[in-house]
């Protein structure tokens, strides 16, 4: 199965597999604060991610991370996600 996620993603806010839990790309325009561990791959725009000990992430296109605390996402603009929830 081909999949366009980004352009799916915009047309519909998220795309996932079906079949696959835990993984989805999304459209992220605002910030979210997340309380368990993912795994972010960004598609398009760039996205920050805010750590508990006050420092951050900051991910452009084709950048990826796994985290394990939680964290707050904040998309500059807004960002193309892939999320992987463990």
């Known amino acids: 199965m081909k999949l366009h996620l980004v352009r799916m993603a915009k047309a519909q ?12 790309a999304r459209v992220l325009r605002a910030p979210e604060a997340v309380d368990e561990a993912r795994m972010y791959l960004v598609l398009e725009g760039e996205l920050i991610i805010d750590l508990p000990d006050k420092s951050y992430l900051h991910l452009r296109r084709n950048e990826a991370a796994h985290l394990q605390q939680p964290h707050n996402l904040v998309p500059v603009e807004s960002a193309v996600v892939v999320v992987w929830k463990p």
Do not use: D, L
């Not at 998220?14 to 696959?20: H, K, L, N, T």
């Open 13 to 24: 806010g998220q795309a996932r597999f079906p079949g696959v839990e835990g993984f989805e």
